[in-house]
């Protein structure tokens, strides 16, 4: 069946660091690939996506590209700040109409 | 900015009580979801929700979990006899379609059964 396996948190970083959260999957199609982001006492927000391989979604300064040779899609943001606290969740969608989701990985930026 | 919303907050119960969880999907959304995520494990898909049936569900969803739409905006989740590993955080997501990929979520119901 499906898979998502990310990057073990929590993470802490100080401000303006190199981000990186590592996501892996293991699907039977062509799923399409998401990060969804939890910003606390709020619900699970999309923050990107990518359809099919090679594809790079981006929003807020964060991006991540559809590899399908490595099945990764790890999420990168190059100067991140305390603002981008939260947890991500990588996730794919294979088809049908449910998500299948990795553990989340919980990010602190201190000042 | 329309969002999906979730009732209560955090619902402490006994086992074997039953429950209900609330939500009220974006108002022109089609398809209903529930998740839920057990503390430090993955979230994981319980049942979809289209045209007042069950699209699909998991395993998880067993005959003790039941949804209902029961009016134009609430969309529900029962449990009908709590236990112990039903603790867990609920969440609540709305579509447009099925094929639109981009599901809303709700910001969850902390399910706690002692």
């Known amino acids: 069946g499906n898979s998502v396996t990310q990057m073990e948190g929590p993470v802490t970083l100080s401000e303006e660091a190199f981000l990186t959260i590592n996501c892996t999957y293991t699907a039977t199609g062509y799923p399409s690939l998401f990060w969804y982001v939890q910003y606390p006492g709020e619900g699970l927000q999309l923050l990107l996506k990518?359809?099919?391989?090679?594809d790079k979604g981006s929003n807020k300064g964060f991006e991540a590209t559809y590899r399908k040779e490595t099945t990764s899609f790890h999420l990168e943001k190059g100067s991140v700040q305390v603002s981008d606290s939260a947890v991500y969740f990588c996730a794919l969608k294979d088809g049908n109409e449910k998500l299948t989701f990795g553990t989340g990985t919980r990010l602190t930026i201190i000042p | 900015e329309p969002e999906v919303t979730q009732t209560p907050s955090h619902q402490v119960t006994q086992m074997g009580q039953e429950v209900i969880l609330r939500c009220v999907p974006i108002s022109n959304h089609l398809y209903f979801y529930w998740y839920r995520q057990i503390l430090g494990q993955k979230v994981e898909f319980l049942v979809s929700f289209y045209n007042n049936e069950i699209s699909e569900k998991s395993e998880i969803f067993d005959d003790q979990f039941s949804v209902e739409r029961p009016d134009g905006s609430n969309f529900t989740l029962k449990i009908r006899s709590t236990k112990l590993e039903d603790s867990a955080m609920y969440f609540c997501?709305?579509?447009?379609?099925?094929?639109?990929?981009?599901?809303?979520f709700g910001p969850g119901t902390r399910l706690t059964v002692l």
């Open positions: 990518a359809t099919k391989a090679d």
């Open positions: 997501a709305s579509s447009e379609t099925s094929q639109t990929n981009e599901q809303f």
